[in-house]
């Protein structure tokens, strides 16, 4: 049974250089007996550093659900534990951050971000018998049982391009596609699935071009220029992504049918740096549905209560809806979770409404991959608005 929200505001808050926080009470247990009372659960992510702004986002949404699940009695009349250690997206520290915390008996690591950093921790915690649930972390290693403690969420963005291609075929017709990518690992995989779904749905791919975080974006920009594709595909960082589509804004020269992203666009960087005209064509997949949609009223009355003023974006529900899916999973686990029975309880889980912002999850012994869809969202007067759920199925 999911908890509801009607909580008090604890006092103690997430700072940028956030070194520990315990939900249980703003503090570490003081015995051994008051330990039997909660259940302990860890956090390394960039909450400092260049990329801070987001760690910190994702750590909000996790934080606000466990206090108002704390505050309305605990999960199994436990409270929740968060210790979160701050790790900059350093790598060194992410697994320093992760020994410390399994060495302080935390059931489970919940959350973080940072891809070399999660990478880094998935051998830490498979040797330890830890669960890593729900990384910001898009990578095939947690579609399958390869890593088996690690659980994901976010379908890859190879699976994500493929789909999005094909949704926006369906919806608006065939037409000429143009890739944008960011330096990745999945870059070959993504070239390969969007060139195949531009194929198998009729249309013409144009060609594509990396972009390096922080780059120059005016050589790719005159590549589409000239290229006028009907469709652009950008799986590049939103910060890049925002510069082209300014830059082809700036000269009239918009993709003809649409922008189409995957779900690391959709925030407040495209959506306050990118002119009326862009918006129109947006259509993207999200991780969560929007924060104006009304699935997310449990999320931002959280959020209020213990981060009055705080900012809130797709990021910040994507961190409640881990946090609401990691006490689903308590829930499951028992009267006293363990890293074992927690996990268990994830591998069985079939089809489960763990949050209002995502569609119903499903894991298996084969499978640690949650979800097979995902919102697809457009701007509409100023805000994203989910217009379908697309399906995102696990392509080889």
Excluded: W
């Excluded at 920009?221 to 804004?249: G, H, W």
Aim: proline share 7%; charged share 15%; with cysteine.
């Amino acid at each position: 049974m999911r908890t509801r929200f009607h909580v008090s505001r604890l006092t103690c808050g997430l700072t940028a250089a956030a070194v520990a926080l315990t939900l249980a009470g703003c503090g570490a247990a003081s015995n051994a007996e008051s330990q039997s009372d909660v259940i302990r659960l860890g956090e390394t992510s960039g909450i400092s550093g260049p990329a801070g702004g987001y760690g910190k986002a994702l750590s909000e949404g996790q934080q606000a659900i466990f206090r108002a699940v704390n505050d309305a009695g605990g999960v199994n009349g436990k409270k929740i534990e968060l210790t979160l250690l701050d790790d900059g997206l350093d790598v060194a520290r992410a697994v320093q951050n992760v020994r410390k915390l399994v060495t302080d008996k935390n059931i489970a690591i919940v959350g973080g971000s940072g891809s070399g950093s999660i990478d880094a921790i998935v051998p830490v915690l498979d040797k330890a018998g830890v669960p890593l649930l729900f990384p910001a972390k898009s990578s095939p290693s947690f579609v399958n049982t390869v890593v088996p403690q690690a659980f994901a969420l976010v379908p890859t963005f190879p699976d994500q391009a493929h789909a999005v291609v094909s949704a926006a075929f369906q919806k608006t017709g065939a037409g000429s596609v143009f890739l944008v990518r960011t330096v990745s690992d999945q870059n070959d995989a993504i070239f390969a699935k969007v060139e195949t779904a531009v194929r198998d749905g009729g249309g013409a791919f144009l060609g594509t071009a990396i972009v390096p975080f922080g780059a120059d974006v005016t050589p790719v920009a005159l590549q589409l220029a000239e290229a006028r594709p009907d469709y652009v595909v950008f799986t590049s960082a939103p910060a890049e992504t925002t510069k082209i589509v300014n830059f082809l804004a700036g000269k009239d020269m918009l993709p003809k049918k649409a922008i189409l992203g995957t779900s690391s666009l959709p925030g407040n960087t495209f959506l306050q740096g990118t002119p009326p005209s862009a918006h129109g064509l947006l259509f993207s997949l999200a991780i969560t549905k929007p924060p104006a949609d009304p699935s997310a009223a449990e999320c931002l009355e959280a959020v209020e209560k213990y981060y009055p003023g705080a900012e809130v974006d797709t990021v910040t529900t994507f961190g409640c809806a881990i946090a609401q899916t990691v006490v689903a999973g308590l829930e499951m686990a028992g009267p006293n979770p363990s890293s074992e029975s927690l996990a268990d309880a994830f591998a069985s889980m079939r089809d489960h409404q763990t949050s209002p912002l995502i569609p119903p999850v499903t894991f298996s012994r084969d499978s640690h991959m949650g979800l097979t869809s995902l919102p697809a969202v457009t701007v509409k007067d100023g805000v994203y608005e989910a217009v379908e759920s697309v399906s995102v199925p696990v392509l080889q």
